[in-house]
């Protein structure tokens, strides 16, 4: 476990702090309600109020400056345990208040730290028993009033309220992470699209449902003109700006179905889904001309151009394997022919360049 200042630890403090508040603060009238027929002395009467309504507070402050604040806070847990123990023993072992206490107290440690925690707080407990009856005596007190009935039923009530609220926004939180996590396991960091092996789980996909309802599409494989010579003179920041312009510009030229990523290096590649040679085409013109248009004032001689390669589903295809290597020849042409231009590849045939209107 990372126990750190800032991090986990201090969130787990955090998270224990109010459901402390609130258990302390209610379990006390099930507590004083259970020793008032019994006559305590006043040092336990202090002892009651200094527990339920200052422990919280010193509690929090205790582990929150600690150095190791997860580790602080199991301690305050076994201290909880303790005196749970503790006060049930006092009160002679009163039945309601007695389960009262002792399940909200395991119900926290399940929650707050699983089997070992839940283990090492009934030893807490008992140790606390084994106090109160050296201290206090022993005795059974094996009938439930009626005040002490209702004195527990705020406890009953509030306390697995509170605690599901807590566990409910932990697993939401926790939800959320993991789907961050997720994201990020499939994105490319310095552009922000899909990475290569994302991208070609997507290509598999889009490639079975096409085959399957026979519906249209199209793929793309971008790379840019001699991007090598950009970073070679003008460094390898300029390069990552670059990579990030053309990262950009293309999520503007894509439609809502299409999906872009990073193939490797200088190289993108886009899955068109539904979509026609035109279509397709077009966007990748569109997203070459704007790119080539690019200009940097403080770099005035920095040229940009893109060489791309079009490829079309073909239910002659035998894989998304066979249907990348159609797009990477059709990228080829593009770049035997001269680069920053679009070339279309039409299956077995040469590919051939895409002619568009003046």
Known sequence: MIDNRSGKGLSFVRRIYLPR?????IGLFSVMAAMAPLHPPGWIWALMLANGLLWPHVAYLWAKHSTAPYRAEQRNLLLDSLMGGFWVAAMHFNPLPTVTILSMMTMNNVAAGGKALLARGLLGQLAGMLLASAILGSGLQLQTSALQVWACLPMLALYPMALGWVCYNLAIN??????????????????????????????????????QQRLPAM??????????????????????????????????????????GRYGGDEFCVIFPGADQARAGLAMEALRERVNAYRNPQLPMLRISLSIGLAAYDELLKSPEHWLEH????????KHQGRDQVSFNHGPAAPLRLAYPD
């Open 174 to 211: 926790l939800a959320d992470h993991k789907r961050q996590l997720s994201a990020l396991s499939r994105t490319d960091s310095l552009t922000g699209l899909l990475n290569h092996g994302s991208w070609k789980d997507l290509l598999l996909l889009k490639f079975q449902i096409s085959r």
């Open 327 to 334: 797009a990477d020849k059709a990228l080829y042409a593009a």
């Open 21 to 25: 508040i609130l258990g302390m603060a």
């Open 219 to 260: 793929i793309a494989l971008i790379d840019i003109d001699h991007f090598k010579a950009i970073n070679d003179t003008y460094g390898h920041v300029v390069g990552d700006c670059v990579l990030r312009h053309l990262s950009q510009e293309l999520q503007r030229s894509l439609g809502p179905d299409d999906q872009a």
